[in-house]
Each structure stands twice: as structure tokens, then as C-alpha cells.
């Protein structure tokens, strides 16, 4: 009996452990709301506006997340599957870019999550880790950070108020606040 439990943990374990994280558009509820945000839009461009216009005016950002010291932050990790964000209507910025993913694929869009360093004026000078999404349109693709676009912190409250310069975002000013880990 022990032999043939020994055989077959470790597959039992890594897909309960990966099982949540792979085929983000697989989830039904998550692929609904993709489809009727989408629903008789045409272009690539005008079907990412529209996810990118919902998650901006529907996700919080986790203010509490936030006040948590970098080092106990491990301890605490809120998950930021789509799934979740979607069930809790907040997320950090992991969250709102894994959101976008999975909508964005499930419309049929070509989208990614990039991770780097974002610097708002008001943070720290050497940023803070960040993730933000690029989608492509057509030949080109198209910097995007829904996290940015969806509002600011007030203290401990989030206050919507949704920013289109982080939508199709021109890659010079973009780029000067966010800092991708892997240039390409």
C-alpha cells in the first residue's frame, strides 16, 4: 500500500497545486462576462477597451494589501487568481494583470502579463514590483496597466477614477514609470 502511494502523490499534488493556475479562460463565469462585455464588438482594440473599461471600473485596488510590511507580505499573500479577484472585487496589481489576462484570452485576444518595477511621482524612487498587461492589435502590440487606470489610494480607501492614458498607453511616457524585468 505505502509503494503505491509513493507512485502517485506527487502528480495528486501538483495538480492540486497547479490545477488553479493553469487555463485561466476555462473558467465559465469568468468566460460569460468575457463574452457579453465583447459581445458584437468587431476589432481587437474595441474589445480590449471594453475589458479594460470594466476591470477599471470594477475591481478595487486592496489598499490593506498594501499597508502590510514587505517582509510579512509572503505570510499574507491574497490570491490574485482570476477567479478570486473577480469573487472579491479587489486585487492587487498581480490580480488586475492576471484579471485582464484571463478575460482578454477568453475574447479571443492575444494578451500578457509583464512584470517589472512601477514608480508612481508620490512612491519610493526606486519603484515598487509591479505587473501590467500588453495586448496585441492587429501587428502591434499595446501597453496597458489596469491597475493604474482604475484609480488611486486615499489612506486606507480606494477611490475609482478611471485614467485612459493606461490604455493603448504611449510606450515613451509609459515607459518611464513602468520597468519591465525582461526588456523584450
Not at 478570486?84 to 475574447?107: D, F, I, T, W
Not at 524612487?125 to 487606470?149: F, S
Amino acid at each position: 500500500m505505502q509503494k503505491q502511494f509513493k507512485s502517485w502523490w506527487p502528480l495528486l499534488l501538483s495538480v492540486l497545486l497547479l490545477g488553479s493556475r493553469i487555463g485561466y479562460a476555462q473558467n465559465t463565469e469568468l468566460t460569460r462576462l468575457a463574452l457579453s462585455l465583447t459581445e458584437g464588438l468587431d476589432s481587437d482594440s474595441a474589445k480590449a477597451f471594453a475589458l479594460f473599461d470594466w476591470v477599471t471600473k470594477h475591481i478595487a485596488y486592496d489598499t490593506h494589501y498594501k499597508s502590510i510590511p514587505s517582509g510579512f507580505r509572503r505570510f499574507r499573500q491574497p490570491h490574485q487568481l482570476p477567479a478570486e479577484v473577480l469573487a472579491r472585487k479587489e486585487a492587487v496589481c498581480e490580480g488586475y494583470s492576471n484579471l485582464m489576462v484571463a478575460l482578454g484570452e477568453a475574447a479571443g485576444l492575444q494578451i500578457v502579463r509583464i512584470e517589472g518595477v512601477g514608480r508612481a511621482p508620490s512612491g519610493p524612487q526606486e519603484g515598487v514590483p509591479h505587473a501590467w498587461n500588453a495586448v496585441k492589435m492587429g501587428h502591434l502590440w499595446y501597453l496597458m496597466d489596469a491597475t493604474w487606470g482604475a484609480g488611486y489610494s486615499s489612506g486606507k480607501r480606494f477611490v475609482f477614477d478611471q485614467d485612459l492614458r493606461y490604455f493603448m498607453a504611449r510606450p515613451g511616457w509609459f515607459l518611464r514609470s513602468h520597468w519591465p524585468n525582461d526588456p523584450k
